[in-house]
């Protein structure tokens, strides 16, 4: 198994440019989540989703948008970058007793 | 919201000593969670607790699930150098077990 995987690793984005941070997961989780990290400080919820076709927001998703078609794949969108997005963003899936598996991470620097 | 203390924040050692940390709630868990994250990394889950008394151990690493079901403890036995990084607990809160709460983190510093 591959686990969480996530690209890109880095990214600049100029101010009011969109993307996509992709997460792939292959060990059939129902549960997904994205966070970010910024500099020195813990982890914050942006979005996260119980199963195919259910999102819900986190504490931080003012900026974000997320989809979840299929079982393995919960891509991130940033639309309209700003230098508040900077940070470093960690995809995760969760097994049934509520262990969360993380991805190794998109360090996104926007300017 | 709801949140975990962990404590130390940071801690300064010798390479070879042993390393006590803990992590309290004022609510309790059903389950705890320990993670070490590496700088540049994703955290890497090292031990998960299930029970109340619940002693687990992962090598150099020993957890505990406290009897209250409100704390939990890491320790590392013989400190070696790739020890270094920061050290989160975890939890699923039982309203909103959905998400994990964490804690603060404790800075792990290894001196040779």
């Known amino acids: 198994n591959a686990g969480v995987t996530q690209t890109p690793k880095f990214r600049i984005l100029k101010i009011g440019q969109s993307m996509t941070l992709q997460c792939t997961q292959d060990m059939n989780h129902n549960y997904m989540y994205w966070y970010r990290q910024d500099p020195g400080m813990g982890l914050k919820l942006i979005y996260y989703s119980v199963g195919a076709g259910i999102t819900d927001k986190g504490e931080v998703p003012n900026g974000y948008n997320v989809s979840r078609s299929t079982t393995e794949d919960f891509p991130l969108r940033l639309e309209l970058a700003a230098p508040s997005q900077t940070s470093v963003y960690f995809c995760a899936s969760r097994t049934a007793t509520a262990e969360q598996y993380f991805g190794p991470g998109t360090r996104l620097t926007v300017t | ?112």
């Open chain 2, 1 to 112: 919201g709801q949140q975990l203390n962990q404590s130390p924040q940071s801690m300064f050692i010798q390479e070879g000593e042993d390393v006590s940390m803990n992590c309290t709630s004022s609510s309790i868990f059903n389950t705890w969670l320990w993670y070490k994250q590496d700088p540049g990394e994703g955290p890497v889950l090292l031990i998960a607790l299930y029970k109340a008394g619940e002693l687990t151990s992962n090598g150099r690493l020993t957890a505990q699930f406290g009897i209250t079901r409100k704390d939990s403890f890491l320790n590392i036995s013989a400190s070696i150098p790739s020890d270094v990084g920061i050290y989160f607990c975890a939890g699923p809160p039982v309203q909103g077990a959905q998400k994990l709460v964490f804690g603060q983190g404790t800075r792990l510093t290894i001196n040779p």
